[in-house]
């Protein structure tokens, strides 16, 4: 349990998600180095920035540009996960970096002195945010003028098990809200829109796809994507039903996924937004 933190039963789960589950394994992941790095190199970091990094995991981002930025500059993470806060301390140290700090913390209720930070990065989080417009409004009061928010979020149709599970679940009228995408900006216009609302200056908002092939065996294994918190799934679906309703939809999303398996593995589209 993350009891350091006041967090809702929604952000509970979600902490308790990362610290039990997803901790033993986030850093063997290609696909999350590769999307956090392509948000770092999407903006320009200059040595002495100040940096603020929101959902930072095991410290993907916040570690490279802390190694940008220089001695002069400072990073903090911040996350809600006691274990991936402990397991980015553990990198820093690892790498001699003195220039960065990981706070324990969730990102839609930080709270730092006005113009604090030349740069607000959030690499594959934000779609998590409940409150997106007044999540931005709160990041752009700690920028520094002229500073700069850079998000890289993942898009509805970005992961293709989801996209099974989706038509699969509406097949039978269940309606599960997989990583908070129901509540999230799903095009460009919708983003645009957004950080307009939010009274922020549109820089560009474009679709990437950083795909890769999975095998059939580990692709079945995200099922249990179906039990991801969100506060729609609020009680889950899945309680109406019973154990053998519930075994029945899982044969049928792991029949759908070997029909898309080549000998290469199931294609992952990885589609997602990058906003500054």
């Known amino acids: 349990m993350n009891n350091q933190l006041k967090l809702d039963p929604y952000k509970q789960k979600l902490a ?26 999407s903006v320009e970091i200059k040595p002495g920035d100040k940096v603020l990094d929101i959902a930072t995991g095991t410290g993907h981002v916040a570690i490279k540009v802390a190694q940008l930025v220089g001695n002069s500059g400072w990073v903090v993470g911040v996350d809600l996960s006691t274990k991936m806060i402990e397991q980015a301390r553990k990198k820093a140290i690892a790498l001699n970096l003195k220039n960065i700090e990981f706070q324990l913390a969730d990102g839609e209720n930080i709270n730092f002195p006005d113009n604090s930070f030349n740069l607000i990065l959030c690499a594959n989080a934000f779609p998590l945010m409940i409150d997106k417009e007044a999540t931005l409004r709160l990041w752009s009061k700690f920028l520094k003028p002229g500073g700069f928010i850079g998000l890289h979020s993942i898009a509805e149709t970005g992961f293709t098990n989801i996209v099974v599970l989706k038509k699969i679940l509406e097949n039978h009228r269940i309606n599960i809200d997989f990583f908070q995408l129901s509540n999230t900006v799903n095009t460009i ?29 580990e692709t079945k294994k995200k099922w249990n994507f179906v039990y991801y918190p969100s506060p729609v799934n609020n009680p889950h679906p899945f309680t109406k039903l019973s154990s053998e309703e519930i075994e029945a939809i899982k044969a049928e999303f792991e ?9 290469e593995g199931i294609w992952n589209n990885g589609t997602t937004f990058l906003v500054l």
């Open 16 to 41: 308790e998600v990362y610290d039990n589950t997803r901790s033993q394994n986030y850093d063997q992941s290609k696909w999350l180095f590769q999307i956090t790095h392509r948000l770092v190199e």
């Open 189 to 217: 216009e919708k983003y645009e829109n957004l950080l307009r609302q939010a009274n922020l200056e549109v820089i560009f908002v474009k679709t990437e796809t950083h795909g890769s092939y999975r095998s059939l065996e």
């Open 255 to 263: 029949l759908e996924l070997e029909k898309l398996a080549t000998p």
